[in-house]
């Protein structure tokens, strides 16, 4: 069978995916004239790097611009700015005919499998889709491969020639998994995958991403406003609040040490299966709303309500301090004048 072969193989010692100073901003528009009053920062500047084989969480509350960050990645947006290199291949900005052909190296699986498989097509069909649009293979070839694909996700062979609405929710995101899976990715946005199905399943779905991840070197930026499910998959977390990233850690040191504030507050609600540290666990409530994407807080986006807010804090956005462990929190309390003498600096980066 014709096999896709997305790119060159990824080379374990360069991170698979690269951003760099990711905006996606979508503008407001007022009045009679449409007139441009303003942008939703959605993303407002965020960097990260996902070595191959790795899963990268990607956590924070509902509304903070993650899913976002996924699409824009994948291009399922045009990117107000910013770089983003999948496998060497610079994503953010080519013109469309390039996009198509890197297509096949990238892949999502949606939150809601019931939304995102179309209703009118039999399992086979949708499973094949991609297929059809980029490889050519023979009736033959494209039936085995899609038996391949059902094989791999737990799908019997029979439900080929079943409808979406057919199956339960964690069959139809098996189903989803399949597809993106068909011209063989290195790259899988996972947005929310189980957060639209009963809790009963929801192990079963992340024990097959894991399972395929294994089996086919995959890498995954894993989103979920679920932490306990990222303890789980995820090597290494990044926090998001307001479009941007805080913090950055290892899965053992942010649960084991969370840095910024945020980070802590976010930790700090979510229950500790130890019945004793449970007892010991004090949740901090953050007071206030989340302020507007389209109106973000001078300085910190974090200030209006941050237990531990500065002066500094409503003047100056922090920088990112990297602590060389793979850490990096974008806090002023972990500036090198504050860490020495209890005073915040301006605020310069040290990465
Ligand atoms: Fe809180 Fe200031 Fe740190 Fe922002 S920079 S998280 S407001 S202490």
Redesign the pocket.
Known sequence: MAEVQSTAAADPARPLVKVRDLKMYFPIHSGLFRTHVGDIKAVDGISFDIMPGETLGLVGESGCGKSTVGRSILRLYDVTAGTVEINGSEIAHVDRDSLRSKRPMMQMIFQDPQASLNPRMTVANIIGEPLDEHMKLTAKERLERIYELMDWVGLNHAFAKRYPHEFSGGQRQRIGIARALALNPKFIVCDEPIAALDVSIQAQVVNLLETLQKRLNLTYLFISHDLSMVRHIADRVAVMYLGRI?EVASREKLFAEPL???TQALLSAVPEPDPESERHRSPIVLQGDVPSPANPPK?????TR?????D???QIE?AVYDFGDGRQV????YSEDMTMTGEPTTGETTN
Request: net charge positive; charged share 10%.
């Open positions: 805080v910024h504030p945020y300085g910190c986006n974090f200030s941050c237990p531990k807010v500065m500094i804090c409503r922090p974008a806090c002023h309390l």
